[in-house]
């Protein structure tokens, strides 16, 4: 399975509406057979002789998927398909596998980890975490009620940690991995204009705009660096177009990329190379980073307007689309655990609750 039959103009639209069921189904294919995967699972750490508990024991909601924020993103791709896609083929069964897990006592049993474990996936799984909440307000349906219901502690948890403890850091971590400050920025802002959270948002454009508004010569010949899933310059301008209005945005990415058709700011407008068959798993990050860079890429051109790059950058997004979406729909577990949810963004970034007005 891959992605040679999407078309690359309803890639780059980020709607849903040229969807049929074969497509629904494919999206939803990795995510309904990882979100009960137990094992194999990600340990962070040992705190005695006796071993770890295990993850259905830690973790009673979000305990496949390899690791934590992976099983959260998984239950935002399929909330968010079932919202966009009302005769969605594996509606029963998504709405059966989320019941399963998603009750009173196992959130409660979340929300007192966390409380144990403060650190735990911070900033990458709570940023998830808020997107999770944003859909399930945006679908309004009895069951996104019940769901998002059962769901409010641990919201109210994580949007706690995020005010005392991600948005008072002193400065940004500009990683292509799990501890990226403008990723979890963004998304902390998507959710705060999602649910009406202003001062939420506010406080997130704030913390932006002290962290980046700044910056100048973004340093793109150095991405990527290892197993990046993120691209460090992209996702941080991806974050400050929503922050700042048009002329505000043009003028940041004049300092910050002087110049992207010559070198050499012109490598982060190509696509990571990717063996078809990848000796290590998580080489399939830098799969992820094609996919992840064509949302960005794409986001970025439609701020940008009639600008000089808008044309570049767009045209980048459809190449770094085409690329990743070949590799995405993999069954090697190191990557189909948390791929399809990246994809569903990108298909469908315009579907509201990303970037929104």
């Known amino acids: 399975m891959n992605g040679d039959d999407i078309d690359a103009e309803a890639v780059l639209s980020g709607r849903s509406d040229r969807f049929g069921p074969e497509m629904w189904e494919r999206l939803a294919r990795y995510p309904l057979e990882s979100l009960d995967a137990e094992f194999p699972h990600y340990v962070r750490q040992v705190d005695s002789p006796d071993g770890a508990p295990r993850p259905r024991e830690r973790h009673p909601v979000f305990y496949g998927c390899y690791d934590w924020h992976s099983a959260v993103h998984s239950h935002w791709a399929l909330v968010r398909q079932l919202r966009l896609a009302e005769e969605h083929p594996n509606r029963t069964e998504i709405v059966e596998s989320v019941d399963a897990r998603l009750t009173p006592e196992n959130v409660r049993g979340e929300v007192q980890y966390l409380e144990a474990n403060p650190a735990f996936e911070k900033p990458y799984g709570w ?6 909440d944003s859909e399930l307000s945006l679908w309004g349906s009895e069951t996104a009620e ?18 005392s403890a991600f948005l008072t850091q002193e400065r940004p971590f500009r990683v292509g991995t799990h501890g990226n400050s403008a990723f979890a920025l963004h998304c902390v802002h998507d959710h705060a204009r999602t649910v009406g959270a202003e001062s939420l948002a506010d406080a997130v454009a704030e913390t932006a705009e002290a962290f980046f508004g700044d910056d100048e010569d973004s340093p793109v010949e150095y991405e990527p660096l290892e197993w990046d899933f993120l691209s460090p310059s992209l996702t941080e301008a991806d974050l400050m177009r929503r922050i700042y209005d048009r002329a505000e945005f043009r003028a940041w990415a004049d300092r910050f990329f002087p110049d992207v058709t010559t070198a050499p700011y012109e490598s982060v407008l190509e696509p990571a190379r990717v063996d078809s068959d990848p000796e290590e798993g998580v080489a399939l990050h830098l799969v992820g980073l094609n996919v992840s860079k064509a949302w960005a890429l794409a986001g970025v051109a439609d701020a940008l307007g009639d600008h000089a790059y808008a044309d570049p950058f767009a045209e980048s997004a459809r190449r770094h689309a085409e690329r990743g979406l070949k590799q995405a729909f993999t069954d ?3 990557g189909s655990h948390w791929l399809s949810s990246f994809v569903c963004y990108l298909l469908t970034r315009n579907e509201g609750g990303i970037a929104p007005a």
Not at 152 to 161: A, D, G, K, N, W
């Open 127 to 132: 940023a998830w975490l808020l997107h999770l």
């Open 332 to 334: 090697d577990y190191a």
């Open 146 to 163: 019940r769901w998002r219901s059962t769901l409010e502690p641990l919201t109210r948890t994580v949007r706690s940690l995020v005010e």
